[in-house]
C-alpha cells in the first residue's frame, strides 16, 4: 500500500539554524501538508500546497518557514532560523485529486531544536 | 469558532466492550468529519469520515454517529481489541478549506 515517507524521523538542531524537513508524498495525489504536533499538544495546521503554490497557511506559517516542491516527489519544509519553541514533530500528508479531502500523513519528524 | 472540542482526554475499557469518544463543534460551515487514529511513535492513520448529510457511517467495528443540530459527532468502536490502544484524534474541515481542525485527542487503553 502506497504511503507517505519522511524524512530524517529526528532532527536535532541548535536555535539559530536552519533546517529542511523531507516528504515523499503518494505518488499520485497532487495536494500536499504539513502539521505539527508540540508534544501534549493538539495538532496544528501548518500550510497546504497544490499545484506549486501555497493554497492555504496558519497564522504559525511565518516568514521563518517557506515549502518547496524541488522535483516531481519530494515535498519540503525549511524553518529559518529555528527557534526553542518550534521543537515538535512535524507531519507532512497528502491526498488525492479524486478525494481532496482525505488526508493521508506519514510517521513524522521530530525536530528538537537546543 | 474554529476550535473542535473532543471528550474524555484517557478512555479504558475492557476487551469486548464499547469504547465511545465525543467530539462537538460550533462553526456549521464545517461539512467533513474524520477520525485519525496514532499509535506511538506514528502518524495519524485516516479511520473513518463523515459527511453532515448522513447521521451514521459504520466500516467494520467502526462507528460514527452525527447530530447535525447538536452539532456532535462521536466515534464508537464495538467489540474493542487490545490492538484498538492508541490516540484517537476527531477533525474537521470547511470544503472551501484545505486545513483539518484537530480535537485534542483521546487515549484508549482497552484492557485485556
Known amino acids: 500500500e502506497p504511503e507517505v515517507t519522511q524524512t530524517p524521523s529526528h532532527q536535532v538542531t541548535q536555535m539559530g539554524q536552519e533546517v529542511i524537513l523531507r516528504c515523499v508524498p503518494i505518488?499520485?495525489?497532487?495536494?500536499f501538508y504539513w502539521y505539527r504536533q508540540i508534544l501534549g499538544q493538539k495538532v496544528e495546521f501548518l500550510v497546504s500546497?497544490?499545484?506549486?503554490?501555497?493554497?492555504?497557511k496558519s497564522e504559525i506559517f511565518d516568514d521563518q518557514f517557506s515549502v518547496e516542491r524541488p522535483d516531481g516527489s519530494n515535498f519540503t519544509l525549511k524553518i529559518r532560523s529555528t527557534k526553542l519553541e518550534d521543537s515538535a514533530m512535524y507531519f507532512c500528508a497528502s491526498s488525492s485529486p479524486v478525494s481532496p479531502h482525505e488526508q493521508y500523513f506519514g510517521p513524522g519528524t521530530r525536530l528538537t531544536v537546543t | 469558532q474554529q476550535q473542535v472540542k473532543q471528550s474524555p482526554q484517557s478512555l479504558i475499557v475492557q476487551k469486548g466492550g464499547i469504547s465511545i469518544i465525543n467530539c462537538a463543534y460550533e462553526n456549521t460551515a464545517f461539512d467533513y468529519f474524520p477520525w485519525y487514529q496514532q499509535f506511538p511513535g506514528k502518524g495519524p492513520a485516516l479511520l473513518i469520515a463523515?459527511?453532515?448529510d448522513v447521521s451514521e457511517k459504520k466500516e467494520g467495528r467502526f462507528t460514527i454517529s452525527f447530530n447535525k443540530s447538536a452539532k456532535q459527532f462521536s466515534l464508537h468502536i464495538m467489540d474493542s481489541q487490545p490492538g484498538d490502544s492508541a490516540t484517537y484524534f476527531c477533525a474537521a474541515r470547511k470544503d472551501s478549506n484545505y486545513q483539518l481542525i484537530w480535537g485534542a485527542g483521546t487515549k484508549l487503553i482497552i484492557k485485556p
Open positions: 505518488s499520485n495525489h497532487l495536494y
Open positions: 500546497f497544490y499545484n506549486n503554490e501555497i493554497s492555504e
Open positions: 463523515i459527511r453532515p
